[in-house]
């Protein structure tokens, strides 16, 4: 099945951060954050085939990322404060891949297809809100992030 296929039949949208998405959940229980209200919980699809990225972002709440189909999804985190970059394979498990991964509230993060496709899904506790989602490259100083191991990554800006 294609990516084209997988958006239409799931319906869809342009994210802004790139690729393709859903909501499918938002709770009705609302937890306060230093941000103000927002749902508990919020759930997505988010599709991402070989010509999209997942721009470099941060958002205040904690992400728990579940691969469903397609292609491996390679899912960088990255900690500002001590340097450290991580990066996980979402995938198939036969393949030695990862199923789950969690991105910590203020983790930068960005992603990108190992394929044709992926698809995963985005559970966010307080639930996501676009206000609380920056772009790193609008952060000031991140340039000096993407030297040594986070070099190869730059183009994910």
């Not at 296929?5 to 393709?20: F, I, Q, S, T, Y």
């Not at 229980?29 to 070989?50: E, K």
């Not at 728990?64 to 979402?90: D, K, M, N, Q």
Request: proline share 4%.
């Amino acid at each position: 099945m294609q990516s084209t296929a997988v958006a239409v039949r799931l319906d869809l949208k342009p994210h802004p951060e790139g690729g393709w998405y859903r909501e499918i959940y938002r709770s009705s229980d609302r937890v306060q954050t230093i941000r103000g209200a927002r749902s508990a919980i919020t759930a997505i699809y988010y599709l991402l085939d070989r010509d999209q990225i997942s721009r470099w972002h941060v958002v205040e709440a904690d992400e728990i990322w579940h691969f469903y189909e397609g292609s491996p999804l390679e899912l960088l985190a990255y900690h500002p404060e001590a340097s450290t970059l991580v990066r996980c394979v979402l995938g198939n498990a036969r393949e030695n891949h990862e199923r789950v991964a969690v991105i910590r509230r203020g983790i930068w993060q960005a992603a990108r297809s190992l394929g044709d496709f992926s698809l995963v899904g985005c559970t966010v506790g307080p639930g996501f809100e676009f206000e609380d989602l920056q772009f790193v490259a609008s952060l000031a100083g991140h340039r000096a992030h993407f030297n040594g191991e986070l070099a190869p990554f730059a183009s994910l800006l």
